[in-house]
């Protein structure tokens, strides 16, 4: 009964740091990770058995079935696209719905990023898919609901990071550096 | 030279980002030794001094990190490094690096607050977002407080951008910083107020998640969100302010009147699903008392249901689960789509279908109900079947069996889930079949028949997921073996031989049971020889035979097991072979006079036991248990051989006498008797339930020292007798209780002066036990709290409110006309829910500054306050309310916390003084005492609204609730 309470309480004490999404994570079919974003404060071991555990559930789950699991307290909710599911965590109390359009907005932008994405994109762009979600989403709170605006804000941070890759690369840079 | 040279040529053939993840694809040498031979490269590369090349290394660490979960805490200065390149790029790839792997613990925190300082001043904005983004990651006390300033700024910065992310990070800088939102929280409701959409869309979002956790100090906000939830074409933001609305609602019945209308205009014109679910679940859950808004809420929730969409479908049932208490009908016209969803193919759906129809049970309808779920378990797959198993054994179990009157049917659908094939609740079952049998009396004649049907049984042995249940079973039989109708088949049953197939620990619970079952049998055989003998002496026994030859043991032991004996069973016994194979040794006569004697007229059964049965019973118990008097299970052997070696005395007296003379046989039955009867007293020692904390609140007696040396110890054990056996054999059960007796029978071997105090203690505690036993009429309270060694008259006030609370929800509660039950519910046996765990409390007060920060800042920074004395209705009472009873709450009086909040109020940002831990401590008492103003108030308010939650009485620690009027402006009035 003890140890029931303590978990209890520190499930309390994890709802009321963090906000609305706990984390959200990328699974394919085979059950590769592709992308993990922790909004709540997880070890690295919590890590690995959650995913072990969501994709165990999640991957089973025929098709036409509902999009929303519920998994120690918390609600999964979960939708495919092509050979890839898209997991949020969310608390009880949380619109699933929401999540869900949630995901599907993030989905929306990376296609348009990607220009029709498919899993390789994501496999190779995997930070891409980090600032995108970042833009998206801010401590677990949905954050910007215009693809047009999020779109534009990617395309700004890219040419920043080109010039800065161009400095960078060209060969005086490099040849002022090795004879420093 | 030689460095960067190496450098140099580390940058020219580097792998890159690309090269690991196509190397990691192809796959040639195994993954595993692919990563570890690239963690190699990387830990050279990042050590590089070229910040291109030790910015690749860590990207590509953190690819392995995310995604194959390698470790990478220990780059996390090298992520620094990178963190305060002057290039983006790099350190886009730092900031990402951190974000992800960073926590509170990171050591290397306490160095980037300048770095962090630094870029949040930015002119650039995407460089203020990248540092606003990991401060909402790894946000520390410390961080938050050095960062307030920075963050204060960028709330009003002109790039909508910047200050949006600004607001969103600011609630994290709230919950770890409190006195930043005495700084910043003016701001924050600038935002709200202000023009622009999306800071706007922010600050909602913000004031979404403080409002769940402490509603009342946002009610002055109240007008914007309105202006928001009429004015708003966004989605997103709608439906976070419904969600404002959805906790501030309850809390003031002018705001709820005044949002019915606007969410009623949405739900029906929205075509957005989510935002359309959202307004039900407000409707539901706060405005309850609006019937036109429900019923489109319902009618909206119908055609959830019949969608195809099983997500749909989903939220359709939750959304019924939600109205059920209180609005049974909704339910019952759609129980034909709930009752099928119980079949559904998408077993989230069955499982939100089978909460549903448990949220209906009621004392009326539990019967129907479980018949009804537990024909679908018989029906369904085994995962399923156990969620319906457990579910029936949680809601009927719930808050003492509050549910079930008629016990015997439950006890015997008890029995009836263990015989489900796919039944692996054991564990459960097991636990409340014993608990039933020490709260409710009544039940236990059918516990003991249920208990007989399962151990008789010997298919049920070779399933593991019932040892459990068998062990309960046992148990329950060798304790009450009284109320059996045949003890012999229950001899029988618990020594076959399949018991073989049982754990040890359950076997010994068998043993045991077999142990008290002979026990029984041969005291009612000697008994009855008894009735025989002073017959033919009618003069002794009018002398009183009992009390001189056998002592006050007689009296005590006939009282005790007279009335346990059977009515119903005596015609059988008529008819049992050992009742034919009786000659007329024993004279009705007798029979009646012993009963006489006695003041009983139940009439015993003794015909049943004769020398011949008795014997035979003896030699089977011999025969089972002989081989394991050799069993290396310590439990086991010790048990049998307990029995071996009572079942050899009673041998000597028992069948001696066959040659013996008339005179002998009587000295030696006599003897018998007696050491019968001193083992049946042990055994018939009453057990009840002892409240998990009763230990804690008897006082230790004076003149006792519990630390010191127990040089005594070895004769305390050399004179454990039989009796510790009852309690051994409880704690194999787990029933965390203690034997009275036999423990202060040891005692009084040893030492005399504790002894009688802890006697009288324990006869004190009993006598107490005895008043809480309730009366058996249904109208009297349901509640009982078991009262501290130190109740005070605020807890019994307490008491009487919520009892009063109670019976009000039990009325509500019951929506037809109450059936004549047959018979009156049985008494059940309550004791305390023990008490909150402290740490619960610590967690509330940490929480509650955060609330209290927030009403010092709206009170102090807007003028609309027209008291001080904004309680603040805390989120954790919730948590109370659903939990136990918080009995020890530092008994300070009302009035007195209510003058340390206002002194608290008037103190105000002083708070930001450097000593602050202190301050801290001092507030949260003072909390302790808002708090409860709080909860006396949420506990008014339902009162007043008669609603049917179940109300837990734990959370009312206020009596005299002090009015308030929370501050409102006139313009939604």
Partial sequence: ?180 | MATTASSFMDSLFQRTLDDLIKGLRHNLIGEQLFISKSLEDIRKEIKSTDLQTKSIALEKLTYLSSIHGIDMSWAAFHAVEIMSSSRFSHKKIGYLAASLSFNESTEVLLLITNQLRKDLSSTNEFEVNLALECLSVIATIDLARDLTPELFTLLSSSKVYVRKKAIAVIFKVFEKYQDSVGVCFKRLVENLEGSDGKSMSAAVGVFCELAAKDPRAYLPLAPEFYRILVDCRNNWVLIKVLKIFASLAPLEPRLAKRIVEPICELMRKTGAKSLLFECIRTVVTSLGEYESAVRLAVSKTREFLSDDDSNLKYLGLQALTIMGPKHLWAILENKEVVIKSLSDTDSNVKLAALRLVMTMVSEDNVIEICRVLLNYSLKSDPEFCNEILSSILFTCSRNFYEIIVDFDWYVSLLGEMSRIPNCQKGEEIESQLIDICLRVEDARPELVRVGRDLVIDPALLGNPFLHGILSAAAWVSGEYVEFAKSPFELLEALLQPRTNLLPSSVRSVYIQSSFKVLVFCLHSYLLNNEAHIPSSSPEKLASGVPDTVLGDGFLEASVITAPKSIVESEHDADFSPGASNHGVSVENDGEDVIHGQTSLSVPLEKDYFTRESIIKLLDMSEMALGPLLESHEVEIQERSRNVIGLIELIKQEITGPLVKKETDDMRDEFKALNMIRLICDGFSEELGPVPVTAQERVPVPEGLTLVENLCDLDTIFADMNLLTQSSLILGTLNLGETTGGSLSDLQTKDDLEPATESTSLLSEHRKRHGLYYLPSEKSNSLYNAYPPANDSLLQQNENDHVDDLVKLTEQSLVPKKKPSHAKPRPVVVKLDEGDVPITSRKLESEENLLSGAVRDALLGNEDKSTSAKVPCGKSSSKRIEKGKQSVDVPSESNDNAADKGKADVGKGSSRRSKGRGKERKHKSGVKGGTQREGNGQRENLKSSRTSKHKTHHGAVDSVNVIPQTPVIPDFLL
């Fill in chain 1, 1 to 180: 009964v003890l140890s029931a309470s303590f978990i209890y309480i520190a499930a309390l004490l994890r709802t009321s740091l963090v906000k609305m999404i706990h984390f959200v994570l990328l699974i394919s079919r085979q059950g590769k990770v592709r992308l993990t974003k922790w909004y709540s404060p997880y070890s690295q071991k919590e890590r690995s058995k959650v995913i072990r555990e969501l994709s165990g559930v999640i991957l089973a789950r025929g098709p036409k079935l509902c999009n929303f699991v519920e998994w120690r307290g918390y609600k999964v909710v979960y939708k495919r696209y092509a050979s890839l599911y898209f997991c949020m965590c969310v608390d009880q109390e949380d619109n699933e719905l929401e999540v869900l359009e949630m995901i599907h907005h993030y989905v929306e932008i990376l296609d348009r990023y990607f220009g029709s994405v498919c899993e390789l994109d994501l496999i190779f762009n995997f930070h891409k898919a980090y600032y995108i979600l970042d833009e998206l989403l801010l401590a677990g709170e949905l954050q910007e609901s215009s693809k047009k605006t999020v779109a534009r804000l990617i395309a700004a941070q890219d040419s920043l990071v080109e010039t800065a890759k161009e400095q960078a690369n060209s060969i005086s840079n490099m040849i002022a550096q090795a004879t420093k």
